[in-house]
């Protein structure tokens, strides 16, 4: 009888298996991210989490180095909420940087001494390339519980802190500016809704007024006369020819006064002294007899 060879088997599915289980090892779930501190122009990247999704201790201590007041240089606690949304951000726009305008704030330079940045729970923040208002509309969408969101149109970055209940408001005022808030900030909302919605229908991309209250209406200028060549201008009156030609009434002259000689008396001026009147003559008695002589 013939000999029969015994074939092993390679195990092709365990090598397939081990190759899917390297790149997924491969692909970086947790991306670093890119920030820049815009008053002190200091830049750092760092990894929060590691490729198995834990925290790394060394990076919350820089970024709490990191986020310090800028005024003062003292480092404050930072909360670990504010740090995980943070992250979140950076981890949808992944690639641009997060430029810092303010994180921990010291109660020697705060404004407000309840602020959130006193506490660590509040960051002022922008994304390069990407406009205040679609941060807003992100931050809006993507946090809806136990978040805080200013929106000021004046200036270059967005509030955003953790808190027990939602808030949102938009603030008028500039840098160095006293805060002025808008009664319904949600109005102004649907003010860029229907200024978006009015634009695409145009087809203008001219900028709509927003934000605050609307302008006053331009003047329209009316006209009552006719419309036609101008009127000639009315002749001059005789009376106002003469008074053009004549003037107006000279004053009564005073004849002058004669100088007094001598030392001039010391005190006020004594009132001139009246003119005796005149005596009247006596009217001679009238008779009531008739036909009497005179």
Not at 191 to 219: H, I
Not at 256 to 275: H, I, S, Y
Not at 277 to 286: L, M, R, S, W
Request: glycine share 8%.
């Amino acid at each position: 009888m013939a000999r029969v060879k015994h074939v092993t088997r390679t195990r092709k599915p365990r090598r397939t298996r081990s190759r899917q289980r390297q790149r997924r090892v491969k692909r970086d779930l947790w991306p670093p991210m890119h920030l820049v501190q815009a008053n002190t122009r200091e830049k750092l990247t760092v990894r929060l989490y590691d490729r198995r999704g834990r925290t790394i201790r060394s990076s919350v201590k820089k970024l709490r180095h990191f986020l310090r007041c800028h005024h003062t240089g003292r480092v404050g606690p930072i909360h670990w909420r504010l740090l995980q949304r943070i992250y979140v951000v950076a981890r949808h726009y992944k690639g641009k940087t997060l430029r810092v305008f303010s994180g921990y704030r010291s109660r020697k330079v705060a404004y407000l001494k309840t602020s959130k940045h006193t506490l660590g729970r509040a960051i002022d923040f922008a994304v390069d390339g990407v406009s205040t208002r679609a941060l807003r509309d992100y931050l809006r969408k993507t946090f809806t519980k136990s978040r805080g969101l200013g929106f000021y149109p004046n200036t270059p970055f967005v509030h955003f802190d953790v808190r027990d209940k939602t808030a949102f408001w938009v603030d008028y005022s500039g840098k160095g500016e006293e805060p002025r808030y808008a009664k319904n900030p949600y109005e102004v909302l649907k003010q860029e809704r229907l200024a978006k919605k009015g634009s695409g229908k145009s087809g203008k991309s001219g900028k709509a007024r927003v934000f605050g209250p609307p302008a006053p209406p331009a003047a329209v200028a009316t006209r009552s006369e006719p419309f036609g060549p101008p009127a000639p201008p009315a002749p001059a009156t005789v009376s106002k020819v003469v008074s053009e030609v004549v003037g107006p009434p000279s004053p009564p002259s005073t004849p002058p006064v004669a100088p007094v000689e001598g030392p001039q008396p010391v005190g006020p001026v004594p009132a001139p002294t009246p003119a005796p009147a005149a005596a009247k003559e006596p009217t001679p008695p009238v008779s009531n007899v008739r036909g009497a002589p005179p």
